[in-house]
């Protein structure tokens, strides 16, 4: 019996910390294997474990008939594998697809002949607009 209440809370704990004010899922292909030959898409999380295995229990508590009968070392301990801490390289991957492909969209217009106007017009915008000091 406890066994099948552990796997119903390590169920609903996986399924608040992938939660949108929790976690994002990584752009791209990017995949983390939690088992031989299983691969799940990475999420970054946007909080700290701290911080969320103790949010995580606060809303069970305040839950109406809900008792959370683990403590905080279980939760830490069973903390969602493809959850992981974003690094620097993680965040620098974390531009738009328009904003990260920039200058091959610069490149495509100017084969075309627009990115010489634009150009121009930029320029002329930003002569009108006044400088803040």
Not at 69 to 79: D, I, L, M, R, S
Not at 82 to 102: E, F, Q, W
């Amino acid at each position: 019996m406890k066994s099948l209440e552990q796997m119903e809370w390590k169920k609903l704990f996986n399924e608040f910390v992938k939660k949108p004010e929790n976690s994002r899922p990584c752009p791209g292909e990017e995949k983390v294997c939690i088992r031989r030959g299983v691969w799940v898409p990475k999420f970054l999380l946007l909080k700290s474990k701290n911080k969320i295995i103790a949010n995580f229990i606060v809303t069970a508590k305040n839950s109406e008939g809900m008792f959370c009968p683990f403590k905080f070392t279980f939760f830490n301990k069973h903390f969602p594998v493809d959850c992981v801490i974003p690094t620097n390289r993680d965040m620098g991957r974390n531009a738009c697809p328009l904003h990260a492909n920039i200058r091959r969209d610069l490149k495509a217009l100017q084969k075309i002949g627009i990115y010489n106007d634009i150009q121009l017009h930029a320029r002329s915008i930003a002569g009108k607009v006044p400088l803040l000091e």
